[in-house]
């Protein structure tokens, strides 16, 4: 029974390893998107979707080196 909690414990710490930090604000009719997994790790190159509530895609982005996406509304 204690080799199941410890490998359970192991295994939940783990799953935070790519949570990804999104912040996305509007400014001045642009959308600017700052993304990362830690502070000193940009999520490169990522792809970006926005939906519309029915899921349908208006906007496809993806990040640069820095993290970063912006998009004109």
Known sequence: ????SLLSLICLSTLWAHKINLFVY???GVLYIQSYFTKSSPCKQC?????DANQKEIASLTTDDEGKASLKL
Do not use: F, Q, S, T
């Open 26 to 28: 509007d400014e001045a």
């Open 47 to 51: 792809p970006i979707k926005l939906l």
């Open 1 to 4: 029974m204690l080799r199941i």
